[in-house]
């Protein structure tokens, strides 16, 4: 699992208007130059560098690249329900976040006991993901896919970023 405050200890650190303008332009550009930011905010670049560097150590910010899953050839989008037996949740999801077509999961409390979301590039890599890869894991009882028809949202780089 993709999970950074299981790797790097996070504290807490206050935003200023400053570094909110800075995470607004990574957001429109998330590889805009240094030199370009502090242009636009009329800063000094090292002030950039530093506070980029302060965000990202305190785990409040990173910036990463994002794919879009239909230009990369996944036609199918679907969430998974998990049900587990016999084994731990948590020990499932790891295996299960080491498959490839797997980009979320989380462990719930709820009619499952995780939740994938999964992407396929067509109906018989669906079935060999379903069957072959996370219905053989041990510890699955059941998977109930729910295929998406139309994603009206997916905005993955959705934080709510709020001056304190």
Known sequence: MNDLSANTPSRHIDLDDTDQAIIQLLRKDGRMAYRAIARELDIAENTVRARVRRMEES????????????????????AIGVQVEGRSP???????????????????????????????????????????????????????????????????????????
């Open 59 to 78: 785990n409040t910010m990173r910036v990463v690249a994002v794919t879009d899953t239909e230009a990369a050839g996944y036609g199918m989008l679907l």
């Open 90 to 164: 948590e020990v499932v999801a790891r295996e299960m976040a080491a498959i490839p077509e797997v980009f979320s999961v989380n462990v719930v409390v709820g009619a499952q006991d995780i939740e994938i979301l999964v992407v396929s590039k067509d109906q018989a890599a669906l079935n060999e993901l379903i069957t072959d890869k996370l219905g053989a894991i041990p510890g699955v009882r059941r998977l109930t896919p729910a295929l998406a028809l139309d994603v009206l949202k997916n905005q993955p780089d959705w934080v709510p970023f709020h001056a304190a």
